[in-house]
């Protein structure tokens, strides 16, 4: 990246910077960020800008960006928010090419600041420009090349390989605050704003072929293109860790929906897969995300799951078990070599077994020898080490003798130490490599266990999205002759109609306008069958008794309709009635729920769950972005809690899961294909031990209008 | 508490200790306690015990204990192992009354060190000792009048009103640090070692009634006497919170169990649900556990859950909210008059919603007012306050002024403030009765909604425990029929019959010897019905299609049994039936399991949740520990997940859900009355629409051979 020129490198590698609204007052931000750049050692030229003084901070001063004499790559404009379109024209026009606007009062407070910011982003694409912010805290190169730090943050980065971004500025400080605290570095840091021009996204991208850079975090509070977002992080996440805090989690709960899919996206656990699915990291909190930075950041990607706990005392030990299992991690077991290793060596009172107690009396040589003997062990991922300081022993002590062994094994080591804060400020001072420390065990086996996830995510076989051979032709006519007669929403029949053109099994049907139809059509279809009124109005048929199972014979048929018909002019339904529906009955199936609805921010969802009122209320259903492969299909499938439902218990055969894998791969390539479709409920869907015999019995389809 | 005379005085306010074993070697534990005790600034009298020193740290130092002129409370024992015993002799013949025994190498290093302890367990009761220890590392009172803190610990406890205990004497030091740190003032603070002789249940009820102790914390990895632990907890969680850090939670996991009931009560979910039961507050880690306790120990207990969120930047409110609505708090709609007053008062780029955004131009002052117009607001039960610190305003100004307003409302406010850590000291100083402040605002969230839920619990109405009129001698008849006959497990029949004697309504059914006697039988039922084999050795008769159903005729019912026939000789298993029994076929209920299992530690336990398949692969269950009351059976029912489907989804009535709770009432009479059941699967029940259609299809209860 040093050598070709990218558009982001005059924010990120200038050579020379204007501060456009330096000041001389002490705690003012103008005067931060100009003695933030010296204090950093910046590698080029620096320009303080105002018109009201000469010098400031014992540099010369200048009026304005037009009166620097040197070519300037970067400015950095801490003006009042009326001033900042006037100095991006000054900008412009000098040949700036970078920009970092730390001014505030854009979007952020309003329709007006609204306006000002669609302002100042044609602005800056007409001179071609690129910028960070506005409404920003600036940002952090660490490079030692470049040694930008253009924030105001009274803390300064470590250097390292951790790439950050912010949505938040105001949690900048805080950030860089415990970042310090502990031992965390970065290569870049970067407070995005309000993203009006250099998004996520770019910093991804710029990112991606970075050497500095070998993990990045991301704290956000919103997508600005998320399917552009899964696009690349998916792509970056093969080679680099991506952990992401979002925040805004639950404010999309409020949102209303008119199927089961699109309800069931609205709960936070869709973007949870979402984010699985790019191998993207999620963590719930900043807290979570610097424990999970700090694991990968000095150690290698474990090969499994399988961990040990070395300690010298119980309680600690304990709470790591609880925390690893619970987190998902295998307690390792370990090689006849290995305990018999341990055992001539510790005392009678130690544990040999895993998590091994070295008792309180182990000191730095215990530590060291212990754990190369467990790192040695075929059986061991990964470990885990604890330590309660005893009065007589430095932990600093241990410390370094933990370095000493685990640089020699190609295994994550990650360490529990608890001790006073002073031990912590002192360990970076003196052993600035350290293992990755924590105070607490369930920190270390959180942060392990996300390191798992990663190596598995990484490890996945190459999958391909397949595909089917399809009557593509009679769905678009389908959905034509809908948009023809004004509807947005197919009926049964035409959904069904769909789903049978892209290859995916639906129940035998009719239909019929009257008693008579509905009779020629039960003998042609056979008994026993299922009546079903046909009507746009009615969306859940069950709820008015709309739906009569298990007809047997033609006179069952023909008490249905009486009972039918004095339901529906109870109900004043008659009037909104379209005719009835004959469907073979299908028997012995498990339901399940095929899904998909169109995020407004993620495009369309593919879902898969358990169907019929178990949407309603076990709410046990997996989603993901489309296309989806065929490994992912089958993921979907095996990643419900009723699983075993499906897989069969007690004997019970297996329902034809290769058809539900392959269903869902169709319904992702119909999707593809339709931009226009909104949701789709096949609901229920019986899924049957033999392939043959499993098809929808019900389907819904809504497009919009609009497109075509 | 200091007027009248309790066992535990002597320990817990000494007027005079001896440090047996005190040393002069600095950082050596003998030394160590001595140094602090007076330090503290020991209100009594110190008397090192030592036979090789004649002054100890300035102090006059006695050869043995018998060589003390005074009278002694209590001993501090930090001699080796071995010399243990005979030094508790001594204090014995000295009428020491306390001792705390910091001394290792007792039942935690294996068999020997058991029969030590088992010793010197005998020696104490013997003499009339209360001991603390052994394995400890000490104790502290903060009390004034005593000031007794004999821990090695290098942090001292701050004092305040959090009694606290912990399992793990090697958590001592870091917890004392944290504690420091976050400014969590004690009462007592006690490692509780070994707990041969002072238990858990002993600290809580010395600390029942003492007014300085008004929050109890314990980190524990074992419950001594779970039963007494329930009873005494949920007594005094009706006046102080108690907060409980269980350790060693995955661990019984791996517990063999026999039935349905059993391998779900190997779940950590029953421990939680007992705890809940208790009004005892759990959290998972140390870190949670003092959260929650600065919560409670500086703020009123919450009204209802309805909370607000105050800050000076969007960032952390938007993680606020997430966090408070994730955690089942309300987030708070205005009055009128609130909006209409934030309006009024704040900048219009500012947002008068819930959240608050005074944007970050809020200065102490705006804190101050809206903190108060938010607090007046009925609407509102708690605040969260966030706080990031702009370059120019000092947040000790923001705290100070919080305070000023909170002060005069009852209601919980919590702070976040994401400062630097010099900022957390620096306000420990300048105002040391501060709200609680965290760094993140899961912290707060978290902590409020554990203060919602225990406002709740004390909320409870009362619900007594019921009794039934029921038949105890017939079920007293059928657990001595099957002793007398060496069975711990009933028959199916016996089974309903037990179930029927308590008034649980189970299926019709009748037994036959054969096909002959079944035919009899099914005309004195009535078709349809189920045929089941009735074999001791088979347990789950559906994986041999040991059960069919719906038989509707006599016809079909000769089928049946010719088809059971071939079965049981193709599976080899016709010398192992004793039977058939004939059962009337129950409809269009949904199926629900009533079970009961003896943990071996926490005593009887009922569980009620979703039956037939889904117990094994939804797991949606819910135990409580018995006796229940009323309220309980129906707390019992509305926790699984699946309630709705009982409740009745899409218009579908509910099951007669007073029936249900009331069969889980009975059954725990009958474990009540019956100690030797050990197990008890009424799976399924078919729980109807109708109280008369809700029926026991099958049950299988077991019991201890042993017990009469």
Known sequence: MTSSHHSLDPIFRPRSIAIVGASRKKGSIGREILHNL???????????????????????????????????????????????????????????????VITAGFKEVGPEGQTLEEQLRRKIRQYGIRMIGPNCMGLINTDLLVRENCTFSPTEALTGNVGFMSQSGALGVAILNIARKINLGFSYFVSMGNK???????????????????????????????????????????????????SGRTSQGARAASSHTGAMAGMDIAIDALL???????????????????????????????????????????MATDACVSAGLIMAEFSETTRKHLQDYLPPEASILNPVDMIASANKDSYAFCLDVILKDEGVDAVIVTFVPPIMINPIDIVQSIERIRKNHGKPVLGVIMARDEFFDEVNEVAPDHLPLYLFPESAARTLSAMVRYARWRARPHSEVVSFKVDRERAAELFSAAKASGRDQLSLVESMEVLRAYGIPVAKYALAKNRADALNAARAIGFPLVLKVVSSKLTHKSDFGGVIVDLRTEQELDAAFDKLERQLSAAGLTQNLEGYLLQEMVRGGKEVILGMTLDPHYGPLLMFGLGGIFVETIKDVVFRITPITQLESHEMIRNIRGFPLLEGVRGDPSVALDLLAECLQRLSQLVGDFQEIEEIDVNPFSASTLRQNSKALDARIRISRGTT
Not at 88 to 93: A, I, K, L, N, P
Not at 202 to 224: A, K, N, V
Not at 297 to 310: D, E, F, Q
């Open 38 to 100: 010296m204090e950093y050692e910046f590698n080029g030229k620096i320009f303080p800008v105002n018109p009201s003084a000469e010098v400031i901070h014992s540099i010369k001063c200048f009026p304005n960006v037009s009166s620097i004499p040197d070519v300037v790559d970067l400015a950095v404009i801490v003006v009042p928010k009326h001033q900042v379109l006037e100095i991006v024209d000054e900008c412009g026009r000098r040949g700036i090419r970078g920009l970092v």
């Open 196 to 246: 009006t021009d250099v998004s996520g996204n770019d910093l991804l991208e710029y990112w991606e072929h970075d050497p500095r850079t070998q993990i990045i975090l991301m704290y956000l509070e919103s997508f600005g293109n998320p399917r552009k977002f899964t696009q690349i992080a998916r792509r970056i996440s093969r080679q680099k860790p991506i952990l992401v805090v979002k």
């Open 276 to 318: 699985e699915q790019c191998g993207v990291i999620r963590v719930n909190t900043v807290e979570e995300l610097f424990d999970v930075a700090i694991g990968f950041s000095n150690n290698p990607i474990p090969r499994g799951s399988r961990v040990a706990i070395l300690t010298n005392a119980g309680g600690p030990a304990i």
